[in-house]
């Protein structure tokens, strides 16, 4: 079966301007997360959605970050501004609805970003 | 708050040598802990977890773990190193919420040489 695909892989940009990251998880998986992963520093998790809604929001800067998954598939990752400070790969994962409370996670590649 | 520490940054060993890498965890609740591999421009791959059936925990690819409480270890061990197994590995310790939310120790890099 297809893994989870994330977009664009790596991008560079200057401070104080927008980027946004796709990711499409693996087909029927209910649960989606976003992770931020600063190098040297494990993942740290910035989003928990269950379908299209948002389980757990707690680590996500809400004043530059944002996230959606319309339609629960599919989801997009925006920042804006960036900060120096957000230069790290950004993990997409998703997992079955009845996986979910097993910690099995299935990951995708990142998409390593750059902010100068 | 859970936690977990990984005590090495870096491990290095020879091939056919064994393989251990070093976790304690921290946690004020029966813990859900789990090892992750991340190879060179891959994803994480869960390689095996703990949820309280067996301390003993067989994982893929001949990796194995032992939980003991009285020293809040969760140590990740291999007999023998292949060339395969260089990459990054990270002790998880999961929070009791609904959904579990996994929190990632800053990881181990392996190195294995011929």
Redesign the interface.
């Known amino acids: 079966e297809a893994g989870v695909a994330q977009s664009p892989r790596y991008k560079i940009i200057e401070k104080r301007q927008s980027v946004a990251f796709w990711c499409n998880p693996i087909s029927g998986h209910a649960t989606l997360y976003w992770y931020q992963q600063i190098l040297g520093q494990g993942p740290k998790l910035l989003i928990q959605f269950q379908n299209n809604g948002v389980v757990d929001d707690s680590q996500l800067p809400k004043d530059r970050f944002s996230a959606e998954r319309l339609k629960g598939v599919d989801s997009t990752l925006k920042i804006q501004p960036a900060k120096l400070e957000d230069s790290a790969v950004y993990l997409c994962a998703s997992t079955p609805y009845d996986r979910a409370a097993t910690g099995e996670l299935f990951f995708g590649e990142g998409s390593r970003l750059t902010v100068l | 708050a859970q936690s977990v520490t990984q005590l090495d940054s870096h491990v290095s060993v020879s091939e056919g040598t064994p393989v251990l890498l070093r976790c304690n965890y921290s946690s004020s609740y029966s813990p859900?802990l789990?090892w992750y591999v991340q190879h060179p421009?891959?994803?994480?791959?869960?390689l095996l977890?703990y949820?309280s059936a067996a301390t003993l925990v067989k994982g893929i690819n001949g990796f194995e773990a032992e939980f003991k409480k009285s020293e809040t270890s969760f140590h990740l061990t291999k007999p023998s190193a292949h060339m395969s197994d260089a990459a990054e590995y990270?002790c998880?310790v999961?929070e009791p919420?609904?959904?579990?939310?996994?929190v990632?120790?800053?990881?181990t890099r392996l190195l294995v040489s011929p």
Do not use: D
Not at chain 2, 41 to 46: D, I
Not at chain 2, 97 to 102: E, H
Not at chain 2, 104 to 107: I, K, S, V
């Open positions: 859900s789990f421009n891959k994803g994480l791959q869960l977890k949820t990270f998880v999961s919420t609904g959904f579990q939310k996994l990632f120790g800053t990881g």
